[in-house]
């Protein structure tokens, strides 16, 4: 969603879609406002997300035939859609589910005779453009299951940390070698697919990936302008990587300092219902009458 005023919003009112599909809703701070250009421009939302951290039946309620909802997982869901104008990918983030999210879309846009969609994908920079993440490492084959930790990532190191960014979550213990992260996928699916297609990369916020077929830069003037200049010069996108690596530092930091804070409330707590229990009156009085005891 922090994508929407300058990159996101612009493209969509470039291309102007009928039907657009987002994978990953989470939270829906992105899903309201795409389902906003639904209403304004008459379009509808195919959301997939198997659980949505928001009101489902008060959405609908609100958004109508605007909102069709999935409630499974992206390569169960896809296969539901007929055909699609754009898609927006920022689900499970690994080179599995991203690969097969990606050849679905390609094998349904063949089967109902509609061209491959232009499509936005999130986390093509670090840490999961070269590294797989597992929301659930079960739904992963085991043959593209990379061995992994609930450890976090720290930038410049290939080695899983204890702290470090998502410290909870299941990282893949290896990062740079095939098969593994969301902008690998994306390669991958590039240099196996006959469609002419290609990928802007834009720098900032773990990355985000615009896949833009070569007919909808040819006939579609305003979005071909929209693209160049997102196109950067090397010397700004290094500028921004730069900016990206501090903000990942602070990220890291504020992360470690919720930790720290969370584990200093439980100890406070813990002490406070040790001094609340019966055990710790009865020492109290103990101790107050040994003192008396003693000071007589």
């Not at 195919?46 to 069709?68: C, F, M, Q, S, T």
Request: net charge negative.
């Amino acid at each position: 969603y922090r994508f929407w005023d300058v990159i996101t919003g612009p493209v969509l009112e470039a291309l102007q879609p009928e039907i657009m599909v987002e994978i990953g809703s989470d939270y829906g701070p992105n899903t309201r406002r795409l389902l906003e250009f639904c209403q304004l421009h008459g379009a509808k939302l195919h959301v997939i997300d198997p659980l949505p951290k928001y009101d489902v039946a008060a959405w609908k309620e609100r958004y109508g035939e605007h909102l069709i909802l999935h409630e499974a997982p992206s390569l169960d869901a896809l296969r539901e859609i007929d055909h699609f104008d754009a898609v927006l990918i920022d689900g499970d983030h690994n080179w599995y589910t991203v690969y097969n999210e990606l050849k679905q879309i390609e094998e349904r846009s063949k089967a109902s005779s509609w061209p491959f969609p232009l499509v936005m994908m999130h986390d093509v920079g670090w840490p999961y453009g070269r590294r797989d993440g597992y929301y659930n490492p079960g739904n992963i084959p085991d043959e593209y299951l990379k061995p992994y930790e609930r450890k976090g990532m720290l930038p410049g190191s290939a080695e899983l940390v204890e702290d470090g960014l998502n410290p909870n979550f299941p990282n893949a213990t290896s990062e740079n070698d095939p098969r593994n992260g969301v902008l690998t996928a994306v390669e991958d699916f590039l240099e196996g697919t006959e469609q002419e297609i290609e990928l802007v990369r834009v720098p900032g916020l773990h990355g985000l990936g615009i896949l833009v077929p070569s007919r909808l830069r040819e006939r579609n003037a305003k979005l071909a302008e929209l693209l160049q200049v997102l196109d950067l010069h090397p010397a700004v996108t290094r500028y921004v990587e730069l900016v990206e690596a501090a903000r990942i530092e602070a990220e890291i930091d504020r992360q470690e300092n919720k930790a720290l804070a969370k584990e200093n409330r439980r100890l406070k707590q813990q002490l406070q219902d040790i001094q609340n229990s019966r055990s710790w009156r009865l020492l109290t009085t103990i101790g107050r009458i040994r003192a008396r005891a003693l000071g007589k």
